[in-house]
Nanobody
């Protein structure tokens, strides 16, 4: 079994910062990409940022220059540093780990349960 658990969400004022963490654990052989997605009320889930095992990153245009994704491969953990937060960043943030379980021969994505980020004064 594999678990993906996010932490670090909360309420922050516009212009503030938050740091999200996501750890994958369990019967893991290898992790390829890890990433953050978000879903605001009434909207579809959208990509925020991804990072490969080699450190290559990709960001949504709406967060470029404000958010930074990083990763600790030894801890199977990915982080999202969010600065200059705006009310439109309010959403449930989900972590995804694209990994191969032990005794498996293919990669698949695993989702966390999500963590709420609210940007409001």
């Amino acid at each position: 079994q594999v678990q993906v658990v996010e932490s670090g969400g909360g309420l922050v004022q516009p212009g503030g910062s938050l740091r999200l963490s996501c750890a994958a654990s369990g019967s893991i052989f290898s992790i390829n990409a890890m990433g953050w997605y978000r879903q605001a009320p009434g909207k579809e889930r959208e990509l925020v940022a991804t990072i490969t095992s080699g450190g290559s990153t990709n960001y949504a245009d709406s967060v470029k220059g404000r958010f930074t994704i990083s990763r600790d491969n030894d801890k199977n953990t990915v982080y999202l540093q969010m600065n200059s937060l705006k009310p439109e960043d309010t959403a449930v943030y989900y972590c995804n780990a694209f990994l191969m379980e032990r005794r498996s021969s293919y990669y698949q994505g695993y989702w966390g349960q999500g963590t709420q980020v609210t940007v409001s004064s």
